[in-house]
């Protein structure tokens, strides 16, 4: 994973942020401050997302795994604890299962659908991409008022409303002009569904959170990926989409914290 972006913060033990398609660095900035309070907080960009390139060649989500391995052993990260959101979190459950990472977070992870949930994921997720694109000029004013935010961001958040305006454009570019939202969306919901790893086979806890209302993983699928990850601990948050720390930052902040105690 070479020349890829990633921000430091804060001092203490390393933590990793992974966000999720299309999402920056920046998508984390609302549990920013709490987490910089105690930890050295690394916030990087996958492959095709913020300001890191997209690999050349065929783009799978083994691809993206094999690409933050080696971004964690070059940077003496393979120890660290590793947060993750969407397809970071499933990256972060692929770096656990591969006995990378000391303490995991997945938030809302991807790669436990069903076989008809996986289908929908791909075709409403690309779907959104694609009005996003085509709505892109008027995203300004769109995102200026509540009712807009909630048209465009209901997949995503369950107060979309409450989505400060400015946050919610800087998401939505990062969205429709990232190159490796597409490609990754369709590696998504069409890359084998991701590997478990038996009891006693992890290098450390592991906690997974689902929020309530997530509509783009949905919280059903907890079950699946408690399954594969036997001891995985489970949170569902009220009040909460497919972004935990967009809608609960303040509980996302804390459950991120402790499980990495």
């Keep these: 994973m070479h020349n890829v972006r990633n921000v430091r913060h804060g001092s203490?033990?390393?933590?990793?942020?992974?966000?999720?398609?299309?999402?920056?660095?920046?998508t984390w900035r609302f549990v920013l401050d709490e987490l910089t309070g105690q930890r050295e907080v690394v916030a990087l960009d996958l492959p095709g997302m913020g300001r890191t390139p997209l690999f050349k060649g065929e783009v799978t989500v083994a691809r993206y795994a094999d690409a933050l391995e080696s971004f964690l052993r070059s940077e003496g990260l393979d120890a660290a604890d590793l947060v993750g959101s969407s397809l970071g979190a499933r990256l972060v459950l692929e770096m656990a299962r591969r006995?990378?990472?000391?303490?995991?977070?997945?938030?809302?992870?991807?790669?436990?659908?069903?076989?008809?949930?996986?289908?929908?994921?791909?075709?409403?997720?690309?779907?959104?991409?694609?009005?996003?694109?085509?709505?892109?000029?008027?995203?300004?004013?769109?995102?200026?008022?509540?009712?807009?935010?909630?048209?465009?961001?209901?997949?995503?958040?369950?107060?979309?409303?409450?989505?400060?305006?400015?946050?919610?454009?800087?998401e939505l570019r990062g969205l429709a002009d990232s190159p490796g939202s597409s490609p990754s969306i369709r590696a998504l919901a069409h890359d084998p569904d991701q590997t478990g790893a038996p009891a006693g086979t992890l290098p450390g806890p592991i906690l997974m959170v689902w929020g309530k209302q997530d509509r783009v993983t949905t919280p059903s699928q907890a079950g699946r990926a408690a399954k594969l990850f036997p001891d995985a601990r489970i949170e569902?948050?009220?009040?909460?989409?497919?972004f935990p720390h967009w809608d609960q930052p303040e509980r996302t902040a804390r459950a991120i914290l402790a499980a990495t105690a």
């Excluded at 933590?15 to 920046?26: K, N």
């Design 12 to 26: 203490g033990r390393p933590l990793v942020l992974v966000p999720g398609v299309g999402a920056s660095s920046d």
């Design 99 to 170: 006995g990378l990472g000391r303490s995991t977070v997945a938030l809302d992870p991807g790669g436990f659908w069903s076989p008809v949930q996986k289908k929908i994921f791909g075709t409403s997720l690309s779907a959104s991409v694609a009005l996003v694109r085509a709505v892109r000029p008027a995203l300004p004013t769109m995102l200026g008022n509540p009712i807009g935010r909630t048209l465009l961001l209901a997949q995503l958040s369950a107060r979309p409303w409450a989505v400060p305006a400015e946050f919610a454009l800087s």
């Design 236 to 242: 569902l948050f009220d009040s909460c989409g497919h």
